[in-house]
C-alpha cells in the first residue's frame, strides 16, 4: 500500500527556534492531515488540507500541502515549550484507512 | 456532542494471558472504528477498522483479533498475549467519509 513517510524522526531545537517537519509519497495523497500527540497522550488532530498547494495557518503554526498533492510540511514559527510532543502526518488509503507517517518527535530546550 | 470511551487506561498482563480491550463512541451513530498500536517511541501502526457491525479490516497479521458487536462498540482481543503485543492502543472514530478521526485516550499495555 502507499507509504507516507515523514522526516525528520527525532528534532530537538532550541526555544525560540523554528521547526518543521516534511511528509512525502510516492503517490497523489488525496488529502492530508496532521496531529499532535503531547507525551503520554492521545493524537489531536490540528488540521487537514485537501488542495494542491493549500497553506493554512494556526497561530505560530504553518500547514503546505504540495502542488502535485506528494508531500505535505508542518513549520512552528519560535518555539515554545508548549510545542513539545511528536507531529504526525495521516492520509486516507481509500476511503476508511487512515494511515499515519512515523512521526516526528519534537523536543525544546527551554 | 460524540465522545468515546476506551478502558482500562493501563494493563499489565502476563504472557499466554487473554486481552479484551474495550472502546465505545457516543452521541453518533454507524461510526467507523479503527484500532491503532503505537510501540514505544514510535509511530502509529493501524491495526483494524470496522465500517459497520460485524465488519472488520484486518491490517496486520498478528495475535490480536477486533469485533464488532454493536454498531458503536469496538472490542480488541488476544487468546495469548505475547511480549511483542505491549504498547499504547488507541482507539479512534470518524463519521463515515467525513473528515478527521477522534481519539480516545488509549491503553497502555505492558505484557511480562
Known amino acids: 500500500g502507499q507509504q507516507v513517510m515523514q522526516i525528520p524522526q527525532y528534532q530537538h531545537v532550541q526555544e525560540g527556534e523554528d521547526f518543521t517537519t516534511y511528509c512525502n509519497s510516492s503517490?497523489?495523497?488525496?488529502?492530508i492531515q496532521w496531529y499532535k500527540q503531547r507525551p503520554g497522550g492521545h493524537p489531536v488532530f490540528l488540521i487537514q488540507?485537501?488542495?494542491?498547494?493549500e497553506v493554512k495557518k494556526q497561530k505560530r503554526l504553518t500547514f503546505q500541502f504540495g502542488e502535485a498533492k506528494k508531500n505535505s510540511s508542518l513549520h512552528i514559527t519560535a518555539t515554545q515549550t508548549t510545542d513539545v510532543g511528536t507531529y504526525f502526518c495521516a492520509d486516507f488509503q481509500g476511503a476508511q484507512k487512515l494511515v499515519f507517517g512515523q512521526g516526528t518527535r519534537l523536543t525544546i530546550n527551554p | 456532542s460524540q465522545t468515546i470511551h476506551q478502558w482500562p487506561a493501563t494493563l499489565v498482563q502476563p504472557v499466554g494471558s487473554p486481552l479484551s480491550l474495550e472502546c465505545t463512541v457516543e452521541g453518533t451513530s454507524n461510526p467507523n472504528l479503527y484500532w491503532y498500536r503505537q510501540a514505544a517511541g514510535r509511530g502509529l501502526q493501524l491495526l483494524f477498522y470496522?465500517?459497520?457491525?460485524g465488519q472488520i479490516s484486518s491490517e496486520v497479521p498478528q495475535n490480536l483479533s477486533a469485533s464488532r458487536p454493536q454498531d458503536r462498540q469496538f472490542i480488541l482481543s488476544s487468546k495469548k498475549l505475547l511480549l511483542s503485543d505491549s504498547g499504547f492502543y488507541l482507539c479512534?472514530?470518524?463519521?463515515w467519509g467525513q473528515g478527521f478521526p477522534f481519539f480516545g485516550q488509549g491503553t497502555r499495555l505492558t505484557v511480562v
Open positions: 470496522s465500517v459497520g457491525i
Open positions: 503517490t497523489t495523497l488525496s488529502n
Open positions: 479512534a472514530w470518524r463519521l
Open positions: 488540507l485537501v488542495k494542491s498547494g
